[in-house]
Every structure is written in structure tokens, then in C-alpha cells.
């Protein structure tokens, strides 16, 4: 930076007091040029904009006052009482229009445009649905309508007395006193001998006071100014103008033009101001100049502190502009989620909604009438949503409401709704599911059911076609998620390497920390489509736990501790989630029901010699022991014991796991049990981190490459990116000196498998690594190397050590 500085100190600072002297004659020239000219048409000028101000801030402020008087006027009326007969509303109308004789007349008309009461008797009974001001004002809170000036009442506002479309109008008119008070108040709020002549022109063209537009009279000044408004109809685009004759110009008016000794003058002056600043120049230098370019003991570059600056300014300003990347790539990822959401609902047929029960509020993302998506959710009573429904099925809907509350897991009911009511006859299928995520709100899923239909029927047909829809969008929709978890994790991994203060790393941490939790949200919205058969046959236990002991302690634990002590780093279990997560559920209401105090998990692995007590073979295995506190003195039993043990017992037999309990906490002991989950190969962990590797990234989506490839190369990588797999194997076919190769298993045409095949077959040498959802690769996929998404920076570690040996072996 400092090598391209080429000017001299001293000369800068001689042209920079040169520009300011010659600047100050300059403002000189001009002031005297003005000064010699007419100075009464811009002080003119300058009076008709200030009076064209004060009248348009006069019209909005005499407009809310306005809008005031129609509300009390609305009182009086008290449209909604059957008490009060029109006749004996338009006597008090004619009553409150004598106290306001600014107004012409007011009016209170029915929603069907109906004149139902008037101070203008003439009025009665005459309808206004014609009347262009009507359509518009059907679901405003307030209404501006202008008519013109050779009207009576060149001004109408209407109110709506209730809902905006559904309910009566008042209409206010005002008469031309209107304009001509503000006119008379703007000539002495400025003191004026001469009142300007005003006209205030209405947003389509139209004069509603005054005479010509401004500009039509030829020789008169003028000056415009728009009308504000306020926040009950905002600006309603009107233009007040004030216009006046112009004074008569002094005569000797011209432009003066300085003497030649006096330009010399100036010149010199100029001159004496740049010698000046070169003289100063050289002082202020010197010490600048011993600053960044004095030798010291290690060489001019080392004894630089300019330099030195300037580099590290220079890193951080990149560190900066690259984090800022990273995170708005991150937003743009997130942003994608709810078109992903808007199109499971236009092609499922179901409608998603999000119910907390704590403030009874109901949302859902509704398209408006032309088809395209709200910006906003819309937002109802639950009370509101509830009735929709027979009120026989009302109770139904409660107690289903209730126990997805207590469980996240899925909660069918078919409702009817109400024989009165617009959707009469008709029969919805709602599925309510519990937040894993611990915060009480449910999550519910519902759509239309043909009346009487089953599985033989054409309409059972298209209903498991419709089933197998919706299970391929919701794949769609959780691969896509997944995707943007991993922009999400790859993007903060990156920036948790860095050197963070220690606030910007906690924020950080707990950004991770809800990437994690979203991803273990998406396994569920795979269980609620796909049933437990589809999902993993392994699972991390402490992972798994860990979650569902967040929801255990939000919604069903309470104030009861809860002590986690599974340790990371155990072998994956031979189960899949839901069971461990069920097993865990029953367990906390049995220990909840029996009034005890705490809950407390902890798992180890254990190698069984010989087959158990109670039945399971030697091999290998994960213990889990759950156990409670002592119930706390006037504690009391809701339930009996046996039901939740019952379910836990038979879910664990049919999984294959052992269950063994010490004792069940109805007595004077606390509840003790052992958990027996068959355990799986552990992971292989790598000696040390690799480093170096040459790696092929293969990803259809450019932002979920972009940010990986950026992942691959903080941990030192060197990466080369390829958009499809016909794009990976012309890259291969030109230079096949790859070490690893990462591909997405979904991408479009071919397959991250299929290039797996491919790359095997032609490319021995090169470590295939297979990302996808977990659970989502199929069995032919187990002989690869697999990533799973959404992955943290340790996970890429562990599989890139996997395929380290392989470079090494080479």
C-alpha cells in the first residue's frame, strides 16, 4: 500500500491549501454576484414555500381533528343498539352539525350502501353503491375522498364503525370553509401584508380549492409542497400551492464581474497559500518519515510500524468481509426452508399448522386468493379453530391436543365439522405431534377425507398414492433441510476455528447447538412420515438421550432434576431412535406418576461372557441404568404401577434389548433399572488429523458445495468442486490424482451411488465418500465410506482419517 503512495507530503499540502484559497475567493465571487443581483424574487420564493408548508401542515392537522369529530359524532350514534331509531339519529346529527359548521353534512350509511340517518334530510334513504369511494373503502380503517372545487363538498371522509367491509359507514363532508379557515390561518401564522393566493390539487389532477394549477398564469411565482397525512390514511396525495405576482426588480440589477488588479490579487493570493503549505509540509513530514521508513536492527521492512498496521488492517478487513459471506449464505440457505414447506402443502394436500397451547394461538401459512403465499403466517384463537368442529368431536379434539403435549409422538383423530357451517358435512383427518424441541408447542397436520372411503376402493387407492406422495416430498423437503443445516454447521465450524473473543465463540456454540437440535428434528419428521421400520437400525446413544431428555424435562419432568451421565465416545446401538425415545418417555411418566423425585441416566459398555439371567446371549453390549430419587415426604401417586413398565418391557423384547428391573419405586426404595441394547462396531477413530488430501467434492447444490469446499480447505485440504456426476467424471477422465472423493448421494440424473460404482470401477485408487441423510443410503451403499448430514467439523475429521490410510498404503 505504502509503495503505491508516489506524491509528496509536501506537495499535498501545498494543493490542498492552494484548493482552499482558491475555494474562499471563489464563495467570495458568488456572494457578491448574488448579492448584486435581484434578492426579492428568491426571499419571495422562499415566503411562498414556507406559506404553501404552513398551510399543508394546517390541512393534516385540521384532517385529524376531523377524523376526531367523526368518532364522537360515531358515538352519539351507537349504530349497534336496535334502542335508537334512525329518525332519532339523524335529530342528533342535525343537532351535532350546528355546534360544527365547518362540516356540510354527515351521514351514517348501512354496509349495503343504504343512507340510514343524515343531518341532510334530503338524503334519507338514497343509496351510494355507485359511488366511486365505496370499493375502495370496503377494508380501510379510515377513508380520504376528494371530489373537486365546483362541488358543495369538495372533501368526504368515511369511517367504518366496526370491521372494515362488515360493518356501517359514517360519512363527514366538508364544506369550502374548510380551505378558505387554513388559508386566513397561514397568512397570520407568517405575518404576511399579502395573503397568497393557495390551490390544493387532489392526487388524480382535480382542483379541490383555489383557482388555476400553478404555472397556468403566466408571470406569478409559485411554490408546491405535498400533504403529509397521518397514520389514519396515510399521505392522500394532495399538492398545496402558494402563488403570488413577482416584485418589481431594482433597477442596476446585473452581474458583477471584479476588476483585473483584483483577480492578480486573488492569484497571488493563491500562490502565497500553496508556498505556505509546501513550507509546512516538509515540518509535519519528517516525523511521518522516520515513522515509516527508519532502519532499525532487522532491515526497513521489520522497523515499519505503518506497514505493520496496514497488514494487519488489511487481514482484518478480509477475516471480516469473509465471515460476513458465510453468514448471509447461511440466511439465504435458511430463507429456502419455508418455499420447500409452502410446496409439501400445495402438493400433499395437507395444511401444516403450529398450536401453543400456553397462549392459545393457533398459525398456519395460508395462500391468498390469487394463489401466492402470505409473507406472514396467519394467526387464530384456538377457541376459533376448535369450533370449526362438531361440538360432540370437541372434546376429542382436546384430549388429543392434550396427550401430543405429553409425547411427540403422532396423535390421529378424524373430526367433524359442524353441520351449521360453511364446510358442513365433512370430515378432517388431524394428526398432532409434540416438539422434541422442548418448547410445548404441538405441531399438527390436517386435510379432507373422502366420507366412507377404504383400502379397495379408487379412492383407498389414490389415498396410499397419496401417502407415497407425501412421503417422497417429505423426503424431499428433510434432504433440502438437511442441506441447509449443513451450510449452516460447515459456515460456523469454519468460524469457530478462528480466534474469537470469547463472546463471539459463545455465540457461536449456541448457534451449533440449534443446528444440532434441527437435525435431530428432521430425523423425527422422518419417523412421523415413514413409520419405525424405515428409520436407522443404529443410533448414538448419548445424542439420542441427550434430546429426549430435553423434552422429558420441559414437558412431562418438570421441576424434577434430571442428571445426564452418558458419556460421548460409546458404540452406536442396534436400535433405532424411536425405541430408545419411547422407552425413555414411559420410564419419566412411571417416575413422575409415583410422586419421585429426580431422574438419572447413565450408559456404559459391557462385554457379556455368557448369556444373561434373563435371556440374552453373550456378545456385546450397551447398560443403561435409569434411576429416581426417594419419594419426598407428601408426595402423591397418581397412577398405580405396571402400565408404562408394560409398554417399555414389550417394546424392548421386540427390539431385541434386555429389561431388568431392581426396583419399581412403589415402596420405601427408589426405582432402579437396567437397560440391555445390543452395541454395534465403533467407529474407527484416526491417530492424527489428515491434512493435504487432494479431494473430489461432488454436490448438485452450489451453496452446500460452496461452503463445504470452504470447510475442506480450513482443515488444509486442496479441493476441486464438480456440479454433477458427468461433471466428476470429465474431471476424473482429464486427472484422476485424487485421494478421496465426497458425493451427495441425491443428486439429480445420477446418483451419488451410482458415481460410486463408476469411480470403483474405473478409479481403484480413489476413497469414495458417500453424504446423505442418516438412515438414508440404501444396503449396496455400506461398502463405502458414508458422511452424514448434517455433519459437524469433527465428523468431516473422523471420515477424511478414515480415508487417510488409503494415501498412505498408495
Avoid at 561 to 585: K, W
Wanted: charged fraction near 20%; hydrophobic fraction near 45%; include cysteine.
Amino acid at each position: 500500500m505504502l509503495e503505491s503512495a508516489r506524491i509528496s507530503l509536501r506537495a499535498l499540502n501545498a494543493v490542498q491549501l492552494a484548493a482552499i484559497a482558491a475555494a474562499a475567493l471563489l464563495l467570495a465571487w458568488m456572494a457578491a454576484t448574488v448579492t448584486a443581483g435581484s434578492p426579492d424574487a428568491e426571499g419571495q420564493r422562499r415566503v411562498l414555500l414556507a406559506a404553501a408548508r404552513a398551510f399543508a401542515e394546517s390541512a393534516d392537522a385540521d384532517l385529524r381533528v376531523s377524523v376526531a369529530d367523526a368518532r364522537n359524532a360515531a358515538l352519539l350514534l351507537r349504530a349497534d343498539e336496535s334502542g335508537l331509531s334512525d329518525p332519532e339519529r339523524s335529530a342528533l346529527l342535525e343537532d351535532w352539525l350546528r355546534h360544527s359548521p365547518r362540516y356540510h353534512d354527515v351521514s351514517l350509511i348501512s354496509p349495503a350502501g343504504t343512507v340510514r340517518a343524515s343531518s341532510d334530510s334530503t338524503r334519507l334513504g338514497t343509496s351510494v353503491p355507485r359511488q366511486p369511494w365505496l370499493a375502495r373503502a370496503r377494508d380501510a380503517q379510515a377513508f380520504l375522498a376528494a371530489g373537486d372545487a365546483a362541488s358543495a363538498t369538495p372533501v368526504e371522509i368515511v369511517l367504518p364503525l366496526g370491521q372494515p367491509g362488515r360493518s356501517a359507514w359514517l360519512q363527514l363532508r366538508l364544506s369550502h370553509a374548510f380551505f378558505s379557515d387554513l388559508a386566513a390561518r397561514a397568512g397570520r401564522s407568517l405575518d404576511l401584508a399579502e395573503v397568497p393566493g393557495f390551490t390544493v390539487t387532489g392526487a388524480d389532477g382535480r382542483i379541490l380549492a383555489g383557482g388555476a394549477a400553478a404555472g397556468q398564469e403566466a408571470g406569478r411565482l409559485a411554490a408546491s409542497v405535498p400533504m403529509r397525512g397521518h397514520g389514519e390514511f396515510a399521505s392522500p396525495g394532495w399538492l398545496v400551492t402558494a402563488s403570488m405576482p413577482p416584485m418589481a426588480e431594482p433597477a442596476g440589477a446585473g452581474r458583477w464581474i471584479p476588476p483585473m488588479p483584483l483577480l492578480g490579487l486573488g492569484l497571488v493570493a493563491v500562490l502565497a497559500a500553496a508556498g505556505l503549505g509546501y513550507a509546512l509540509g516538509g515540518r509535519a513530514a519528517q516525523p511521518l518519515q522516520r515513522l515509516a521508513g527508519e532502519p532499525g536492527e532487522a532491515g526497513p521492512e521489520a522497523a515499519s510500524r505503518v506497514r505493520e498496521i496496514a497488514a494487519l488492517a488489511g487481514s482484518l478487513a478480509g477475516r471480516a468481509r469473509s465471515a460476513d459471506l458465510r453468514l448471509a449464505q447461511a440466511g439465504t440457505g435458511l430463507d429456502r426452508i419455508q418455499g420447500r414447506l409452502q410446496t409439501f402443502e400445495a402438493m400433499s394436500g395437507w395444511t401444516c399448522w403450529e398450536i401453543d397451547p400456553e397462549t392459545r394461538q393457533a398459525a398456519r401459512s395460508d395462500p391468498d386468493r390469487g394463489g401466492l403465499p402470505l409473507a406472514a403466517d396467519r394467526v387464530t384463537d384456538l377457541r376459533n379453530l376448535a369450533a370449526r368442529f362438531d361440538p360432540a368431536d370437541r372434546p376429542l379434539f382436546d384430549l388429543a391436543l392434550e396427550a401430543a403435549r405429553g409425547s411427540d409422538g403422532p396423535h390421529d383423530v378424524v373430526l367433524r365439522t359442524r353441520a351449521d357451517g360453511p364446510e358442513a358435512g365433512r370430515r378432517i383427518l388431524v394428526r398432532f405431534r409434540g416438539d422434541a424441541a422442548g418448547t410445548g408447542r404441538v405441531h399438527a397436520l390436517s386435510r379432507e377425507i373422502a366420507e366412507g372411503a377404504v383400502s379397495e376402493t379408487a379412492e383407498g387407492l389414490n389415498e396410499r398414492r397419496r401417502n407415497l406422495v407425501l412421503r417422497q416430498v417429505t423426503d424431499g423437503i428433510v434432504h433440502d433441510f438437511n442441506d441447509v443445516l449443513t451450510v449452516v454447521l460447515a459456515n460456523l465450524g469454519v468460524l469457530r476455528r478462528r480466534t474469537l473473543d470469547p463472546d463471539q465463540a459463545r455465540l457461536v456454540d449456541a448457534a451449533l447447538a440449534g443446528a444440532r437440535r434441527g437435525a435431530a428434528l428432521t430425523r423425527r419428521v422422518l419417523n412421523l412420515v415413514r413409520g419405525d421400520g424405515d428409520g436407522p437400525a443404529a443410533c448414538d446413544v448419548a445424542e439420542t438421550a441427550g434430546s429426549a431428555l430435553a423434552f422429558l424435562q420441559a414437558n412431562i419432568l418438570r421441576e424434577m432434576p434430571v442428571v445426564n451421565r452418558i458419556p460421548d465416545g460409546l458404540p452406536p446401538a442396534l436400535c433405532t431412535e424411536r425405541v430408545l425415545e419411547v422407552a425413555l418417555l414411559n420410564l419419566a411418566f412411571h417416575i413422575r406418576d409415583q410422586g419421585l423425585h429426580g431422574f438419572a441416566i447413565g450408559a456404559a459398555a459391557h462385554e457379556a461372557e455368557a448369556p444373561t439371567s434373563f435371556g440374552l446371549p453373550a456378545g456385546s453390549y450397551l447398560r443403561l441404568l435409569v434411576a429416581s430419587g426417594r419419594r419426598p415426604p407428601g408426595a402423591v401417586m397418581r397412577a398405580g404401577p405396571g402400565r408404562a413398565l408394560e409398554t417399555v418391557a414389550g417394546l424392548l423384547a421386540e427390539a431385541g434389548a434386555g429389561w431388568r428391573v431392581e426396583s419399581d419405586g412403589t415402596g420405601a426404595d427408589a426405582f432402579l433399572a437396567e437397560i440391555w441394547l445390543k452395541a454395534g462396531a465403533p467407529a474407527a477413530e484416526p491417530e492424527t488429523a489428515p491434512s493435504g488430501l487432494r479431494i473430489l467434492l461432488v454436490e448438485s447444490d452450489g451453496l452446500v458445495r460452496a461452503s463445504l469446499a470452504e470447510a475442506l480447505a480450513d482443515l488444509g485440504h486442496i479441493v476441486v468442486q464438480a456440479a454433477s456426476g458427468q461433471h466428476a467424471l470429465d474431471l476424473l477422465h482429464a486427472d484422476a490424482a485424487f485421494e478421496a472423493m465426497i458425493a451427495d448421494q441425491s443428486m439429480p440424473v445420477m446418483t451419488g451411488l451410482q458415481l460410486a460404482a463408476t469411480v470403483v470401477e474405473r478409479y481403484p485408487a480413489i476413497r469414495v465418500i458417500l453424504a446423505s441423510p442418516h438412515g438414508q443410503l440404501p444396503a449396496a451403499a455400506r461398502q463405502f465410506l458414508q458422511l452424514d448430514k448434517p455433519f459437524r467439523q469433527t465428523d468431516l475429521v473422523a471420515v477424511l482419517g478414515a480415508a487417510a490410510p488409503r494415501k498412505q498404503a498408495a
